[in-house]
């Protein structure tokens, strides 16, 4: 391993267990809302494909989500495995967020995830729809931040 990029672990060959970890160290880094923090977890070189925007690289990803947290707003974010296999994961999830105007929307999506040895992600391809909601129709009501160990998952919310 190359001591002098820090890695991410837990490390590729993904068990269910370790996947379920990454999936939800991602989900907690997301719910931060700091795309510093965020980047850290892709490579150097890390590539994209989130909608129909291409984004590659550290700086690319970190501004990226600069612009995304500054249109979604009171962003909470819920993800779950569907699939692992060797250094790769396959996760869905939902999202809520409203707009400068106060229009809710939930947004559901999936993700493939690739990584490297160091366990930094090196390909995200993301496809996302976002579905208007009324704000009494909110499933995620926890403090800004992580989601609590105790709120129900995907799954759970039916969604």
């Known amino acids: 391993m190359n001591q002098s990029v820090q890695g991410r672990p837990p490390y590729p ?4 267990e370790t996947a379920i ?3 939800r160290a991602a ?4 719910n931060s809302r700091d795309p510093q923090r965020v980047s850290m977890a892709y ?3 890390s590539h994209w494909r ?3 925007e291409f984004v590659n690289g550290r700086e690319e990803i970190t501004a990226f989500l600069k612009r995304k947290w500054t249109k979604e707003l009171d962003y909470r974010l819920i993800k779950e495995l569907w699939a692992t ?3 790769r994961i396959a996760v869905r999830f939902a999202y809520e967020w409203h707009d400068d105007s106060g229009n809710w929307f939930r947004s559901y999506g999936n993700e493939n995830w690739e990584f490297n040895e160091l366990g930094l992600m090196t390909q995200r391809h993301a496809s996302i729809n976002d579905i208007p909601i009324k704000e009494e129709q909110r499933k995620f009501h926890w403090t800004l931040g992580r989601r609590p160990d105790d709120h129900a ?5 039916n969604l």
Do not use: Y
């Open 13 to 16: 060959p993904f068990t269910r």
């Open 21 to 23: 970890e990454k999936v």
């Open 27 to 30: 989900e907690d880094a997301w």
């Open 43 to 45: 490579s150097e070189d």
């Open 50 to 52: 989130n909608r129909t």
């Open 85 to 87: 296999e060797g250094n």
């Open 153 to 157: 998952g995907l799954t759970e919310l």
